[in-house]
Each structure stands twice: as structure tokens, then as C-alpha cells.
């Protein structure tokens, strides 16, 4: 028997924040909104556990719960990393300071928390979630695939309500398929490049960090009256091309329609060897205006080419929660492994 206070925390650990959620055995969530803190991962291993632990006690206060009663902890972080929560060998796009190549974060947030935890790379973590939610009773019955557009592009294989994780731990590494480039880029402009170190790969066009690094630069250079041209840095301007986006500006629309045609052509790819039922699109270009999010969603669609009896019968969604969506799931695939649920 699973006792009925055997709580999961939920921890969802990016670029920029760590945000935390809290499971009941029942299968219910404690908190309905984000709380979070700096993730501070930037500062190296030791400040990114000072942060998980600030925020894991701040979402327990929250509900007015005692530490003890937490059973297990839920991990995520963007990849590469493996099965176990060792970031890849040569960094990640969250992670690419040297003290966290080959960093066994699993291990170093359990040593920390001092409770047991289960590691999934934060695309899966998501999948999982929307998989869930979006299929209810009949979850372990479906599969899915989603694209997560964020800092870099997270991405997740769900098969019959399972977790496709691969070999090493590194499946569902959409953001890291090379997609076809002819049609996609503009004359001139350049070959994208990746921090992964591949050319010509999904995260090269759909993610935040390739608009800064690929794609405003070149348009930029093909607008040049366009207000960006006085932002500061490159950074500041290509976190400001989603509000140009909503607003109908050109140039942005351009920068999304590229996203949206990558996003298509990977699951064009992805179709021809998993057979979904649904398409799951996240991420920061989907927590926008419904008019947007909708074209956004449209576009991505256009770009999927599918055999006709697929497009009769998958299905384009968006993530639901998003914000929330990693942590819940980090948290969820944690319970399911250590069978920590009373239902």
C-alpha cells in the first residue's frame, strides 16, 4: 500500500528559472499557479542546488506541508543528458559551462534533497504531461509527439502513455534532427548554425536562442528601418520579436513562418517512423494571443506532410499549462517509476 501523504515534488529546472509543483498519491496537484525562483544555473552546480532547494521548501510552505512527507522528487532539465541525469559530455544549450559536462544532476539534487529522485530530460517531462491530460483513461491506449519551443527546442515521444527514452536516455531529441533547409531559408541567407554544433537542425531555427543567433541578424539586414535595429543587444531584440509577432510586424511574422515550417518538417520526419496520434506544439511561441497561437498552430500544420490516412486520423494541440506543464510532468513520471500512487 502506498501511503496516502506520499507526496512527489515536481521540479522543472531551465535557462533562466526553476519552478516547482507538488503530487499527491491520488494523483492531484497542490498548487495551480508557477511558483518559482532563479535557477541560477549559469553560476555552476552549486547555486542551481541552493535554488532547487529554495524553491522545493518555498512550494511546500505554499501548502502548508511538512518536508517528511515528501516521498520522491521529480527532476527535469533541458538535454542532452542521459537516462540518469548526467549532462551530455559536451554540455548542453542550459548548460554549456564547463563544471556541468558529464555533471551527474540526478545524483547531486538527490544528495542535496536527500530523498530519492527521478530524473527525464524537461521535453519528456512536458510530452508526458499533455499526453495525459490531453488523453485522459485512454493515455496508455495513444501515443504523441511534441516540439517545445523554448531557449532551445525540447522535444518528447510518447508511446502508449510511455516515455520513449532510448538506449542512453537521449530519444526525443527533436531539437537535434537535421531538417531539410531548401524552401526554408531565404536567398542569402546563411546556412543556421547550432550550439549543439550542427548545422541545418531544428534548434537552429525554432528556439529563442536561434532568433539571436540566426534568423533576427539576417532579417534585420533586409529591414533596415526596422525599430529592433535600436534595442541594445541582439539578446533584448530577439526576446522582443514575439510581442512584433502578435502585433502583425512583418519581419517577425517571417522569423515565426520559418519556426513553423522547421517545427513541420521534423514532424513530417517524425511521422514516418512513429505514427502519432497527435502533435503537441509548446513553448513561448504558443503562450501568446489566441490569433497568433492559432496561426502559429496553422502554420506548423501546412508544413507537416502526412500520407492521407494519417492526416484522417492525428490531430495538432497545443500543450496545456505550459508554464506548469515540465514540473508536472518531471513530477508524474517520478510517481509512475517508483509506484508511488494509490490509485
Not at 93 to 105: L, M, P, V
Not at 235 to 260: C, N, P, W
Amino acid at each position: 500500500m502506498v501511503p496516502s501523504d506520499a507526496l512527489v515534488v515536481g521540479l522543472d529546472v531551465g535557462g533562466t528559472k526553476t519552478n516547482a509543483t507538488v503530487l499527491t498519491s491520488a494523483g492531484a496537484f497542490l498548487i495551480d499557479h508557477m511558483v518559482e525562483v532563479p535557477s541560477r544555473v549559469h553560476d555552476g552546480p552549486p547555486a542551481a542546488l541552493d535554488a532547487i532547494a529554495h524553491v522545493m521548501a518555498e512550494a511546500l510552505a505554499r501548502c502548508a506541508l511538512d518536508p517528511k512527507d515528501v516521498a520522491a522528487v521529480g527532476l527535469d532539465t533541458p538535454g542532452p543528458a542521459s537516462a540518469t541525469g548526467v549532462i551530455s559530455s559536451r554540455g548542453a544549450t542550459n548548460f554549456s559551462e564547463r563544471a556541468w559536462w558529464g555533471y551527474d544532476f540526478r545524483r547531486g539534487v538527490e544528495d542535496r534533497l536527500g530523498r530519492p529522485v527521478v530524473y527525464c530530460n524537461d521535453g519528456n517531462a512536458a510530452a508526458l504531461y499533455a499526453h495525459v491530460r490531453y488523453f485522459g483513461a485512454d493515455a496508455a491506449r495513444r501515443s504523441s509527439i511534441s516540439a517545445i519551443v523554448g531557449t532551445g527546442l525540447g522535444g518528447g515521444v510518447i508511446e502508449q502513455g510511455v516515455i520513449v527514452s532510448g538506449a542512453t536516455g537521449m530519444a526525443g531529441e527533436l531539437g537535434h534532427v537535421h531538417i531539410p533547409m531548401e524552401g526554408l531559408l531565404a536567398p542569402g541567407q546563411p546556412m543556421p548554425r547550432c550550439n549543439c554544433g550542427f548545422s541545418g537542425d531544428l534548434e537552429s531555427v525554432a528556439s529563442l536562442t536561434a532568433i539571436g543567433n540566426n534568423l533576427l541578424p539576417f532579417w534585420l539586414s533586409q529591414y533596415p528601418q526596422h525599430p529592433l535595429h535600436q534595442v541594445a543587444s541582439i539578446d533584448d531584440a530577439a526576446k522582443a520579436v514575439r510581442s512584433y509577432g502578435e502585433r502583425g510586424d512583418d519581419m517577425a511574422r517571417l522569423i515565426f513562418t520559418q519556426q513553423a515550417m522547421a517545427i513541420g518538417r521534423m514532424f513530417t520526419i517524425a511521422a514516418r517512423f512513429t505514427d502519432p496520434n497527435v502533435f503537441f506544439v509548446g513553448g513561448g511561441v504558443t503562450e501568446t494571443e489566441p490569433r497568433f497561437r492559432d496561426w502559429f498552430l496553422g502554420e506548423v500544420r501546412a508544413n507537416t506532410a502526412l500520407m492521407d490516412e494519417q492526416a484522417q486520423t492525428c490531430t495538432f494541440a497545443l500543450v496545456p499549462d505550459l508554464d506548469m506543464a515540465g514540473a508536472r510532468g518531471a513530477a508524474m513520471h517520478a510517481q509512475r517509476t517508483l509506484g508511488l500512487t494509490s490509485r
